[in-house]
């Protein structure tokens, strides 16, 4: 079945370093990769998507490419703010079925940015 | 945006008591909700697939008795844990399902704030 892997944190930064947020995945099919954002107390938001090989999704300064060659969809944005302090998790959609997809989703990697 | 909310944030019960989560989706309709499980540190594990007007679809490994999941509208999906206990304490989150037409159709997930059970 589908699953992804995304690197484990927590990952610590200075304000305005390069972030990389590591995410391979494995699947049949085609299916559609996604990057959500959990910001402390709340749910998770919708943060960028990509649905077909070399789509690029951007969202508030991330990033990220959907590329079948390497099966990934690495986050990347370059220059992280404190505000960006939050828990990332890279996610991808399950087999279709009769009500559409759900989602597998990684471990999540908890990003901290310091000032 | 599309918003989801969930109804408690949080709750605290005995351990056999049964507790009811409700997911509304605020301004749009959804056929199609699912149910998420999150431990600490740990990721989202799908439970379920909650369609309006029929019976849900269970993943495997979840107990269907223990976890009953009534669609009864296009904007309200409920999550019951019956008797529950301490190995239920868990953060559900459920996500509901809009269809939108942007030149092909496209289907986005809008996730709800969670709930957090505890159980004593």
């Known amino acids: 079945g589908n699953s992804v892997t995304q690197m484990e944190g927590p990952v610590t930064l200075s304000e305005e370093a390069f972030l990389t947020i590591n995410c391979t995945y494995t699947a049949t099919g085609y299916p559609s990769l996604f990057w959500y954002v959990q910001y402390p107390g709340e749910g998770l938001q919708l943060l960028l998507k990509a649905t077909k090989a070399d789509d690029k999704g951007s969202n508030k300064g991330f990033e990220a490419t959907y590329r079948k060659e390497t099966t990934s969809f690495h986050l990347e944005k370059g220059s992280v703010q404190v505000s960006d302090s939050a828990v990332y998790f890279c996610a991808l959609s399950k087999e279709p079925t009769n009500s559409g997809y759900a989602l597998n989703f990684g471990k999540g990697t908890s990003l901290l940015v310091t000032p | 945006g599309a918003v989801v909310s969930q109804h408690p944030s949080w709750v605290i019960c005995k351990s056999g008591t049964s507790v009811k989560i409700e997911c509304r989706s605020l301004?749009?309709?959804?056929?199609?909700m699912f149910w998420y499980r999150q431990f600490p540190k740990q990721s989202l594990m799908l439970m379920a697939t909650s369609n309006e007007g029929s019976k849900a679809t269970y993943e495997q490994g979840v107990e269907k008795d223990k976890f009953l999941i009534n669609h009864a509208s296009l904007t309200l999906s409920t999550l019951t844990v019956t008797s529950a206990h301490p190995e239920d304490s868990s953060f559900y989150i459920c996500?509901?399902?809009?269809?939108?037409?942007?030149?092909?159709?496209?289907?986005?997930?809008?996730f709800g704030p969670g709930t957090r059970l505890l159980v004593l």
């Open positions: 996500s509901a399902r809009l269809l939108g037409w942007v030149g092909v159709l496209q289907e986005t997930q809008y």
């Open positions: 301004d749009f309709q959804a056929t199609t």
